[in-house]
């Protein structure tokens, strides 16, 4: 009976009807744990019960039947003993006591182990699964519950496929154990692993995984797992043999080929990485993360050969097409279709985007949109005309039940009532002085049949280079703010009532800044002099580093000057959080956004009254998590703001339309803080090579360009003109290069000066120029190695001028450029793309405010393509050396005038002055703060 009865549970399971096969396999768990166990929730809490008596986990109070979230982190050798101390008498299973020591009895064992194993992997899946009702059942207090399945299973049958899913399980449990004896029994039986906090579910998830090797040294999934694991931790290089481990098992195994191209493109192994690549998808080419992966890889060295392209949008979005020859097709021909991996790559999106839209539908049935408007506590929230904004929310919750897009609004209504709960708070407190129960003020809880919802295989930093539409990246970037929101509210370390504010400023507001970057990295070059800068009678700065310390001197500045500064790099996400509440931090900035190393867990928990977002990611978050952007106008042109921008009470989120299929057109969600000049931070006049000396001359400076020029580029004829690009080669694409080789044709005398960035791209590129352009024009190509950062600023002077990346342009490198006096022509090409308008905001900046700077903009800010190259062409050719005495080249024309002006201006600059824009955000801090506390919407314009 018990194995016909796990049967059908294999067949439903096959069939797809994840309810039925779980209900089956919890038939088959009841026939041989017994019947007396008042069903699978009776046994989870007998499981429960006896760790909670032994100790091991701070699970509940047993005699008040109050059981806790925290799940139970047990060794494996503490697992094994589950089955003894749940059914005492030697592990004996109750339904199978009248069976006799046989075979039957070791296959009626390894059945009901198989059962709670199939069983918990039911409710593990449904925990991510991509609607209200796909993944069938839930358990009712998730991780809690999947793992007393798992452990009982482990017990009866010790399985390296059952360790391999508690690995997976207790990834994701990132705080360590509250239970003492726990967490001593753990500590002493694990070695300390950088990266990992003792004790927590990563701890345990490796000793599940090399648990399960000792197994099985031949499971491939195992590899895979802890070689992710470890690559998350920061062990790059185990991981890359982990990964090698699994793909030696399986030689076809396409996720640990994936992950492995992952791992070595991130040691900067791109050839190998390709490789890796290719391998995955030839072994599934369905597989969405490995055509992804290949086509980011190809595109970082200019590998363009069969990229293809689209063609939506009329070809604006991506003109020329490159086809399996090397040859460009034009998107603007008759008859042409999108192809390639490139044309792959975007149906991909379009099509994880369009599932995802049904996401949690169906997740308002059922009473739900009752109870959802009494856990919002809608009476407590909105005090004034309560009846009709309760009126609007039920209005707002049937028009949303059963429809597109109903899981988001539900996680942006619960997201905006815990903002708006933290400040009745603030109100109650602060403003109208009243008594504050905490009770009143208990955290909104997400529908229990609401999954973590899956994100799209195209990161948004990745946006930043594929040829995408308006909605497409808002969509990209929305559907990853909804993925941490969702993990983040269901975490067992989450308290049950919202961070109480902070008092109010007394005098300077608490501004906390989040960052992974305050090392030698591209952030801390523009901002290491900030935190210092900030007048501490309006802002005190709390640093939060979340990597380790590098040691540079940027790091060491940062440290140094900062009023507060942590080293975080070890910290769990809830001691993060909680640390911060504890700083009482007015505005918490996040200058991560969607990069490397983000900790945006720390902002979906919400432990400051307003967050904000610059200088990391340029382009929207998409999140509830994010009140405000700063940017400019020219950044963010205000046509592409999302028509409602109150973003204050409840109802502000039943009316705004934020999900609206049919709605294209917008980017940006958030409020914008706009300032006056660039919202650019740039440290230059603080940190250049050059800074700290008396300007020289306008001559001087023309005699010591000409000096570096011969000593780089010894070779050049006296009148050749420099055109170059100094970004990483990922921001070139097929449209761009063409683009630059057509002006280099058309300016016969001029070169090209590109770096190495990465080595790979320099072959490739030369092939595509000989194949396009001829082997005269591919000649004048120049590349050389990227330099430290010092050189390179002060090398910038020798380029005539900078030809910018209009998909993607430079940021940190258009200040590097603009500092050595260089002129940048740049083209802003999508409205509705900040990463292809910063440097037209950047260049603004550095422009003195006056005729002549406007002028200037007007000259090097093209509107399209073909002006452009237009100007390029025209610049290029106006420009003429006059060499004196045979070693001093003296330019004349347009040029060096622009130079002139760039070169004089920088010490006057906007861009430039550090102090000026220190002054700008602590405007912005204090008005958000100000609009804060008398709850009133809308964007900032300083």
Known sequence: MLALVHAKGNMLYALGDNSGAASAFEDAILIGAGRRQSGIQGLIKKILSVFADKGTSATADFCTGNLANEPILLLPEMALETAQLVFPGYGQLPGLREVPESLARKAAISTTSNSLLSLAKIYQDGMSSSGATAGGPKATSGVQDILALYYLSLSLMPSPSTANNVGILLASVQQPTSSRSSAAAINAQMPMIPGVVPGSGVALALAYYNYGLNLDPRHAHLYTNLGSLLKDIGQLSAAIKMYEKAVSCDENFDIALANLANAVKDQGRISDAIRYYRRAVNSNPDFAEAVCGLANALNSVCSWKGRGGVVDGGGIRDRWHVNEHGELLDAKAPHAVSSGWIGRVVKIVEKQLKDGETWGKGVLLGGESKHLLANLGLTDVCKSGSDRKTEIMRTALQDWAKQDWEGAKVVRLVERATKRLVWQWYQDKYVLRKPCRTKKYTRPQLPSALAVP?????????????????????????????????????????????????PPPNP??????????????PLAHLMQSVFGFHNTSRVKAFCYATTTSDNSIHRQQIEREAPVFYDASSWSIDRLVNQIVRDGIHILINLNGYTRGARNEVFAARPAPIQMSFMGFAGTLGAEWCDYLLADKTAIPTRTLRPWRQNVDIVDQALDGNNSADEDDWVYGENIIFTQDTFFCCDHRQSAPDARETQISWPNEQRRRWRMRKELFPELADDCVIFGNFN???????????????????????????????????????QTAMHWAGAEVASRIKFTDVAPKHEHISRARICDLFLDTPEC??????????????????????????CSRMAASILKGALPKSPNGDRAARDLIATSDTEYEERAVELGNDLIYNVQHATQGIGHGRLVELRKLLYEARWTSALFDTRRWVRDLENAYEEAWKRWVSAVGGDIWL
């Not at 899956?454 to 929305?478: D, E, Y």
């Not at 941490?484 to 308290?495: E, F």
């Open 728 to 766: 990483q080669l990922y921001k070139i694409e097929p449209t761009t290069f063409r683009m630059w080789l057509r002006i280099l044709s058309r300016v016969p005398n001029a070169i090209l000066w590109l770096l190495r960035f990465p080595d790979l791209g320099e072959s490739k590129l030369r």
């Open 809 to 834: 342009n430079a940021h940190t490198t258009a200040a590097d450029v603009l500092w050595s006096g260089t002129p940048l022509l740049t083209l802003p090409r999508y409205e509705y793309k900040m």
């Open 508 to 521: 300077f507001l608490n501004v906390g800044y989040v960052s992974s970057d305050f090392n030698n990295h």
């Open 454 to 502: 899956s994100a799209p295989t195209v990161l948004p930093f990745h946006t930043f280079t594929c040829p995408l539409s308006a909605g497409q990246i808002r969509k990209i970037s929305q559907r990853n703010g909804l993925r941490i929101s969702c993990s983040t509210l269901r975490a067992p370390w989450l308290p049950s009532g919202v961070y109480e504010p902070p």
